[in-house]
């Protein structure tokens, strides 16, 4: 299982753009990379998936070097109700038994008015 | 709305008691998760089902049981209560083995307060 290092802690303002990071340098050939958000006592929410160059939906990009050592969230033009943490998680959704069960820290951002 | 749903919300119960707490997954989702979150910590990984039978399992302590039911859904069985299992208990769901990239969706959680 890949293990993922980001910050612990973010500030930003509304309506800028943010990109958190996140390391996983022992990341595995099969392995996804997925980042969810969690508002305080709710359970988290997918935000977007990834294996490799660039995903965008419609609430976030997610950025993936072609080393795959790392990735970046990117949010655009934040809110104050972006304020959350962020995890990022890493491994094989099929062949991994432990794939999404171990959660690090995450990130937790706040944005400022 | 992630479509998993939990119950109950909220439960305040005496050390010592046991409770249950109830998960119905996505429609269609085989595979049930469970979560402790205590307050201002991270998710601990407490146990996971897969159609009815258990996959995988945490830092669950020997007081807490789960099942998965034939009708899928799950149940999470907290005994011998203790003020520290306080927390907020997550169900989560997936397909499993999807091509998806098998995301979680989880619940709202069940708020557990021990008194």
């Known amino acids: 299982l890949a293990k993922t290092t980001q910050p612990i802690s973010m500030d930003s303002y509304e309506g800028q753009e943010v990109n958190i990071t996140c390391s996983h340098n022992?990341?595995?050939?099969?392995?996804?990379i997925t980042w969810y958000q969690q508002f305080p006592s709710q359970g988290p929410r997918f935000i977007i998936q990834g294996y490799k160059t660039k995903v965008t939906n419609e609430v976030a990009s997610l950025f993936i070097p072609a080393d795959r050592k790392s990735s970046t969230l990117s949010l655009p033009r934040v809110s104050l109700s972006d304020t959350a943490v962020y995890y990022c998680l890493v491994g094989d959704p099929i062949m991994d038994s432990n794939y999404q069960l171990i959660w690090g820290a995450g990130t937790k951002l706040i944005i400022k008015p | 709305d992630s479509g998993v749903t939990q119950t109950p919300k909220h439960l305040i119960t005496a050390t010592g008691q046991r409770v249950t707490l109830r998960c119905s997954p996505r429609s269609g989702d085989l595979s049930v998760y469970w979560y402790q979150q205590s307050l201002d910590q991270g998710l601990q990984f407490l146990i996971h089902?897969?159609?009815?039978?258990?996959?995988a399992k945490g830092n669950i302590l020997e007081r807490f049981s789960a099942q998965q039911f034939p009708d899928l859904h799950s149940e999470l069985n907290l005994s011998s209560l203790e003020l520290g299992d306080s927390a907020l208990y997550f169900c989560?769901?997936?397909?499993?083995?999807?091509?998806?990239?098998?995301?979680?969706?989880f619940g709202e959680g069940s708020w557990l307060t021990v008194v």
């Open positions: 089902y897969y159609n009815g039978e258990e996959r």
């Open positions: 989560a769901s997936s397909q499993w083995g999807s091509d998806s990239g098998n995301t979680i969706y």
């Open positions: 022992n990341i595995a050939t099969n392995d996804y």
